[in-house]
C-alpha cells in the first residue's frame, strides 16, 4: 500500500486537482475520495494534504470558502478555480505523456 512519502513529486497535487474538478471538497473529504477511488491503495495523510491545499491556494489554482459539514461542523471547502482547471487539464496530457513513456521502457520498447 502507498503512501504519500511514495507518490512521485507533484503527483499529490494533481490528484488534489482532478478530486476537485468534480465538486468542491472540503480537506478530510479530498483524503477519503482519493483514498475511495484508488480502492486503499493511496492515503493521504494530514500532514501532506494540508500543505497541498495551503500550496495550491497560494498559487491560485483552487480557493477555500468556509461552510457547515454533513456533520454541521464548520470546515473549508476547496473548490477549482479557472486557473486550476487549466494547470489540472496540461498536468493530465503531461502525465499521459510520461505514463505512456514509461509503459514503453517497462515492456522494453
Given at each position: 500500500m502507498a503512501?504519500?512519502?511514495?507518490l512521485l513529486q507533484g503527483t499529490l497535487d494533481l490528484l488534489i486537482l482532478k478530486t476537485l474538478d468534480?465538486?468542491?471538497?472540503h480537506g478530510w473529504g479530498i483524503a477519503l475520495r482519493i483514498q475511495q477511488v484508488s480502492k486503499?491503495?493511496?492515503?493521504?495523510?494530514?500532514?501532506?494534504l494540508y500543505p497541498a491545499l495551503h500550496r495550491l491556494e497560494y498559487k491560485g489554482l483552487i480557493k477555500a470558502e468556509w461552510g457547515a459539514s454533513d456533520n454541521n461542523r464548520k470546515a473549508k471547502y476547496y473548490s477549482l478555480t479557472r486557473t486550476g482547471k487549466k494547470q489540472l487539464d496540461a498536468e493530465l496530457e503531461n502525465w499521459d505523456r510520461i505514463a505512456g513513456a514509461i509503459a514503453l521502457v517497462l515492456k522494453g520498447a
Open positions: 503512501t504519500s512519502t511514495d468534480l465538486e468542491p471538497m486503499e491503495a493511496l492515503q493521504i495523510g494530514q500532514g501532506s
